[in-house]
């Protein structure tokens, strides 16, 4: 797709990827199935093998169905160099981390951080003589007093899984660019759309495509998005990992991509409006959503985001787990599970306390996490409603 003329992004989801070379006349491109590829004459290996990313080498090495969708993800982050694919969210985080560490290095990691993300740290890096030390995500500029003279690399997740702190991202990338070292983001609530993470001057973006992007709950993805100066890093790290993702998946994921922008100006939306109601709430003691000017990290998601997500969560008043039971059996349009970023709407108790080591989450009652989906947002709310009643005759 050439021609002149600014894109904006609801433009560039429509049209990022899209090479005639790759679709052949036809819109999508098509889904190759491949290992190997063939080549007519000793020639044309020998000219494959000079530069096996050239073109189609051998199916670990891509198709035009894997680079359409890296080449789509590439031009929603402004700056980047390129982007690799995994099969899974937690298999990109890995793999970026690998690609940046090595024996003997220390790692700053947020305390918000996906639970998974820190088991990986804990126990696989940590026997590859890798260090991790947590720090608290509102530190900003003061994680520099946490770094060590092997400290290689700050990862960053905002807002922070389960509990929403917004992280100073451009401080904390200012104190890793000043010491020389690198950053990585868990960009996965945000997507491009609502947070240029490169733009903002961070290395790596990463993103469980399994959520927002493919959009409809039924394939898992991972990406990372890589800055110039450590595109070839990844690149070459990747390759020897040996990730790869199926084609069918790759071609469900870039067609979830193409909706991005729609569906994410409707979460949003949705999600505040269900939002502002559950704040006005007796039952509800906070709702964590870094779109309502109440949120602490407010100030700093209306400098840094360009829109709000559907992903947020609400403290109640009094109670355990356990009393959330006929609130949550009981919801008609909410579904119980993890995940999120599909068109359909999910609640999940979750217990961030028992996760963190560096900071202390302290609530007077049990949090649920919820997803706004795309249904209408005053059903949700007349569902959420009846579910506070439940849950305020049970409390008795
Ligand atoms: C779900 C999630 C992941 C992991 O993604 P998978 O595709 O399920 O492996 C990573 N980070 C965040 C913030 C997530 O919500």
């Known amino acids: 797709m050439s021609g002149g003329g600014e894109r904006r992004p609801a433009t560039v989801v429509a049209q990022a990827g899209r090479r005639p070379e790759w679709?052949?006349?036809?819109?999508?491109?098509?889904?190759?199935?491949?290992?190997?590829c063939l080549f007519d004459t000793l020639a044309e290996l020998d000219s494959a093998c000079a530069d096996p990313d050239a073109g189609l080498y051998y199916g670990r090495r891509g198709t035009p169905t894997t680079w359409a969708l890296e080449t789509a993800l590439t031009e929603l982050e402004p700056g980047a160099a390129g982007t690799k694919l995994y099969p899974s969210g937690v298999a990109a985080i890995s793999a970026a981390l690998l690609a940046v560490l090595k024996a003997g290095d220390h790692l700053l990691m947020v305390d918000s951080v996906y639970e998974p993300t820190r088991l990986f740290c804990n126990r696989t890096?940590?026997?590859?003589?890798?260090?991790?030390?947590?720090?608290?995500?509102l530190a900003g500029a003061g994680v520099a007093e946490l770094i060590k003279p092997n400290t290689r690399a700050i990862f960053m997740e905002s807002p922070g899984s389960l509990t929403f702190e917004v992280q100073d991202v451009p401080a904390i990338v200012a104190v890793a660019?000043?010491?020389?070292?690198?950053?990585?983001?868990d960009n996965t609530w945000a997507t491009p759309l609502l947070f240029?993470?490169?733009?903002?001057?961070?290395?790596?973006?990463?993103?469980?495509l399994t959520k927002f992007v493919v959009g409809h709950s039924d394939v898992l993805m991972g990406s990372v998005t890589a800055a110039p100066g450590v595109w070839e890093r990844l690149r070459t790290a990747s390759f020897r990992l040996g990730q790869t993702v199926s084609p069918d998946d790759a071609y469900l994921t870039l067609r979830?991509?193409?909706?991005l922008h729609a569906r994410m100006e409707r979460h949003g939306r949705s999600a505040l409006e269900v939002a502002r109601w559950l704040e006005a709430q007796p039952?509800?003691?906070r709702v964590l959503h870094p779109g309502l000017n109440t949120h602490p990290g407010h100030a700093i998601w209306q400098r840094d985001f360009t829109g709000s997500s559907s992903l947020f969560a609400i403290a109640l008043r009094e109670g355990g787990r356990a009393d959330t039971a006929p609130l949550v059996d009981g919801l008609a349009h909410f579904g119980m599970g993890f995940s999120f970023g599909g068109y359909e709407s999910l609640v999940l108790p979750v217990e961030p306390h028992r996760i963190r080591t560096?900071?202390?989450?302290?609530?007077?009652?049990?949090?649920?996490?919820?997803?706004?989906g795309l249904e209408d947002p005053g059903d949700l709310i007349a569902d959420l409603e009846a579910g506070l009643v439940r849950y305020e005759a049970a409390l008795g």
């Open 196 to 208: 240029a993470a490169i733009g903002h001057g961070v290395d790596l973006s990463i993103q469980s």
């Open 125 to 137: 890096l940590r026997d590859l003589g890798i260090e991790t030390s947590y720090y608290d995500p």
């Open 358 to 372: 560096a900071t202390r989450w302290e609530a007077p009652g049990p949090l649920l996490r919820l997803h706004i």
């Open 177 to 185: 660019k000043e010491r020389g070292l690198l950053t990585l983001i």
């Open 283 to 285: 039952s509800v003691e």
């Open 23 to 36: 679709t052949h006349g036809v819109v999508n491109p098509p889904v190759y199935r491949a290992s190997t």
């Open 256 to 259: 979830g991509l193409r909706t």
